[in-house]
């Protein structure tokens, strides 16, 4: 062209085959992708089919929660804390109660302690049955999301029925619980819990037998324990590449340290870390979970009649100091820093999310992958979106 010099002038030529300059391409794989859970993006540079370096790039739903703790006093924090990781709801809430009651000095009642356990449990059930049946939907298995479905409506009915919701239950309150359980709820429990297991085989039988599921998990999306220190990741993820640590056995909280659950509490852990081993992590420990939820309930109908909750006064104030409470959550570990002036809400209230550090790993694991793969290895993080933004 007329003006331009030969330095202005670039051409780039794309292709395979002997004497072909070839450059690399930039695809973006979200925000809004098929391919992705809700609006992660995913920065990746292609040569050709193969993943030369990987860049998750979050904040699409950033809605600066722990700004939000600062302006709220410890009653209305939770209704905030159980909304980040929307699949373990009670989970979540519980971080910021034990935070509160330990800056407190406060006993819980040993009802409401074995009953936070159960529905900790229940909760876990819940979030590894939605990420059973939607993984294999990512790698074109439609039918087991209708088997995960069935049977969280098992326990979506008992965890409905003492709460009142689905998703955000909202039933933690800092000394104990919302209220107490409803007449012969435990052993609705029981039967839900022997109904699951009993079918839980269904959706064992569809995915992990599968030969294409196999080929497409199997020697994929490798982690290594020392990306997974290096990254803090936690969870199955972290226990699917050997790294045994899990904070109900190793800093017991609730009733995880007494023995009617250690003895049932099972740490389960894989070799190989692929995405076939998250995924056989994550089905064998929603079966410990459902013997940990019948424990539970089988001690709660031994434990005499009596309070669920503390009396608290009309405003809580928390006194001035700073603690750090972390929590099992289905996805890794999950902890709350409080700091307290004083104050009937927190100075500084810092979430610790198992999916932000989970997901940075990305880029360690899917350099050297194919496209393809890259769908495989990034449902088998078990991701939630809200949970890595805050």
Known sequence: MAGM???QLTERIAGTGTGLETTDMVLNIGPQHPATHGVLRLRLVLDG?????????????HRGAEKLFEVRDYRQIIVLANRHDWLSAFASELGVVLAVERMLGMEVPERATWARTLLAELNRILNHLMFLGSYPLELGAITPIFYAFREREEIQAVM??????RMHFMFNRVG????????????RVRAAVAKVRSRMSDIDRLITGN????ARTRGVGILTPEQIAAYGVSGPIARAAGVDFDLRRDDPYLAYGEPEVREKLKVVTGERGDCLARFEVLLAQAYNSLDLAQACADKL?????GPINQRLPKILKVPE???????????????????????????????????FNNIQV???????????????????MFFVVGDIDK
């Open 5 to 7: 010099t030969s330095q």
């Open 49 to 61: 089919e193969r993943i030369v370096s990987a860049e998750p790039i979050i904040g699409y739903m």
């Open 160 to 165: 409905e029925e003492i709460s009142g919701g």
């Open 176 to 187: 104990g619980l919302k209220e107490e359980l409803p007449l012969g709820w435990t052993d």
């Open 211 to 214: 030969e294409i599921f196999r």
């Open 301 to 305: 109908d031994t434990l005499p009649t």
């Open 321 to 355: 100091g700073h603690t750090y409470a972390w929590t099992e959550n289905p996805l890794g570990i999950n902890g709350y820093f409080l700091v307290s002036h004083g104050d009937k809400t927190p100075w500084r209230l810092k979430l610790r999310s198992a999916s």
């Open 362 to 380: 990305l880029s360690e694991v899917l350099p050297g992958t194919l496209v393809s793969d890259m769908v495989a290895i990034l449902g088998s």
